[in-house]
């Protein structure tokens, strides 16, 4: 098990890290490459989109032609985008790089999950291996920005794609010679049923559920470089310390969420997630309005909705894809997908309107989708006492 967490994880792990290790650098930017903020923002926004679109093409693609293909090709796709973008000045460019570095992330993420599914399927290890690439996953957005603010701070900004790059190209070799195929030769050539699924009313509520709260980190790590940096004046390393803090606190909660969650059930643990938002986005509505961009009043509330984001997202996928035994596959893949595209266009538009250097985007994303999920489950027959 160790040898296969040593051939799997660094796929996992590139594919979130090109998105956190970026963000020290994000003010920059703008100026780096002759452009605007809104833009700058895109290549956040558009990663994310790409990263769920991409597990719908690639999903069925590694059904039909294997898994070791899809991961070799999207590791490469990943490797070449990482190193060009490191050479780009050009902010058009840099964006259509962006969108296939996340695509080569998808691949990577879609071929490491089916292998799992196809080696351990029905084993305890698979549980094991399941729980351990979601605990490296957790210390992800903890480090990522602190790794980006000491390179970018020795080497410059370039420097951070260039590091990408060499850290696919490592975790490629390691696995061109080991990595054996995994697709099970009886598939059958079927396409899956998506109607069912998006028709299915539990699916979509919990699948908010989850989208209200990753969508709630992804508006906080859009937003903070500029709050924190720009306006608190945080250094780069200082944010991704401050940064981190949050990242630590969902990982210390996620220890403890699992007696929580065995007494609360699905629907407890989603309501009492969306409290817990709703609570953060009035701190943050509070110290938007009453005191100056700070650790206490952008980053300390950003602690209460990480306990709320970590109680939501440990249960929703029993909930939404608890009627779908038979074509979990389909299910999971659309309800990652669907989050992304939720988490992604709602999220930028909460930060174009409100404006991305305040605690209004965050504050109103968490607040007015855990209003909604709320409303969700209670007309799915959920009490919300």
Known sequence: MPAALLLLSPFDVLASLAMDIYLPVVPIMPGALATSPAMIQLTLSLYMICLGLGQLVFGPVSDRIGRRPVLVGGAL?????SFLLAATSLAPVFLALRIVQALGASAMLV?????????????PEGAVI??????????????????????AHAAGWRAIFATLGILAAAATLNAWPKWRETRPLNIGPARPAFGPILSNFAF?????AFATAMGSFFVFFSTAP?????????SQFGFSLAFASAAMVM????????????RWGIAGSVRRGMALLLVGAALLAMGQSLAEPSFVSFVVPMWIIAIGIVFTASVTANGALASFGE???????LYFCMQSVIVATAGTLFIIVLGGDTAWPLAGFAASFALGTLVALGRLGVKLT
């Open 111 to 123: 071929a490491v999950f089916a292998t799992v599914r196809d080696v351990y399927a029905g084993r």
């Open 204 to 208: 979509w509520t919990y699948t908010l």
């Open 226 to 234: 500029r709050v924190l940096i720009d306006k608190a004046g945080f």
């Open 251 to 262: 990982i210390a909660t996620t220890r403890f969420a699992k007696g929580f969650v065995a």
């Open 130 to 151: 399941y729980a351990m690439l979601g605990s490296l996953l957790s210390f992800v957005p903890a480090l990522g920005p602190i790794a980006g603010a000491v390179i």
């Open 327 to 333: 074509t979990a596959g389909t299910a999971v893949a």
């Open 77 to 81: 796709a990943f490797m070449a985008a």
